[in-house]
């Protein structure tokens, strides 16, 4: 069963930056296409950013565009979401999840595409 696991969250000021890191549990993590996203009690969650199996290929909500940078780092089994320029709309608990793909050059933003799930970390910015 992969596992994946969601760090570096916690309190910032806006304007602030903040990197998370996703680390999943399987040999083959470039057989995987990645995603991140984010929720707010209440609220649906919503897609944030997306990167496929490859590495090279990545999408992003248009409210982050220029903010946020995803990127994967098959050999440590990790991908990871820098944040910059931090808003208050950005709290929430962001997940990432995995999706089992056979496309290189794919990324996903439905969160039904993808199969196994992290816990999630919160996100706070707040002066």
Known sequence: QLQLVESGGGLVQ??????????????RLDDY?????????????????????SGRDAGYRDSVKGR??????????TVYLQMTNLKPEDTAVYYCAAHRTSYHGT???NRNDYEYWGQGTQVTVSS
Do not use: M
């Not at 806006?14 to 040999?27: D, F, K, N, T």
């Open 14 to 27: 806006p304007g602030g930056s903040l990197r998370l890191s996703c680390v999943v549990s399987e040999l």
């Open 33 to 53: 296409a990645i995603g991140w996203f984010r929720q707010v009690p209440g609220k649906d969650s919503e897609s944030v950013s997306y990167i496929s199996r």
């Open 68 to 77: 946020f940078t995803i990127s994967k780092d098959n050999a440590k089994n």
């Open 107 to 109: 990324y996903y933003s």
